[in-house]
């Protein structure tokens, strides 16, 4: 069953953001989209940008305010598929990680 990744990310977490996508990239399971909801980071995109190619990932930017739950729901309205794993993106999945959630 497909899975809609939805990583909320931050100003000063664009290392973290690399290292999570890198994670997902390695996922055994492979019929997942991603979500990277960044709440005001200013290098996200280019980060976001080079795995474009690698993995189906969609990119929202929006100002900064602090709300993490609004991003988290903005990315929930925005997933394709119902089953949801919502994740910050300093969580690094194990390999295995998204074929136990489908």
């Given at each position: 069953?497909?899975?809609?990744?939805?990583?909320?990310?931050?100003?000063?977490r664009e290392t973290?953001?690399?290292l999570c996508?890198?994670?997902?990239?390695?996922?055994?399971?492979?019929d997942f989209e991603i979500?990277?909801?960044?709440d005001g980071s200013e290098k996200g995109?280019?980060?976001?940008?080079?795995?474009?190619?690698?993995?189906p990932l969609t990119y929202?930017?929006?100002?900064?305010?602090?709300?993490l739950s609004r991003s988290r729901y903005r990315g929930?309205?925005?997933a394709r598929y119902p089953n949801l794993v919502l994740i910050d993106s300093d969580i690094l999945l194990n390999p295995?990680?998204?074929?136990?959630?489908?």
């Open positions: 069953m497909p899975l809609s990744v939805i990583i909320c990310t931050s100003p000063q973290h953001l690399n996508l890198e994670q997902l990239y390695q996922q055994s399971y492979v979500i990277v909801m960044d995109y280019g980060i976001a940008q080079n795995y474009q190619t690698k993995l929202h930017w929006r100002s900064n305010d602090g709300c929930i309205i925005l295995h990680a998204l074929k136990y959630y489908s």
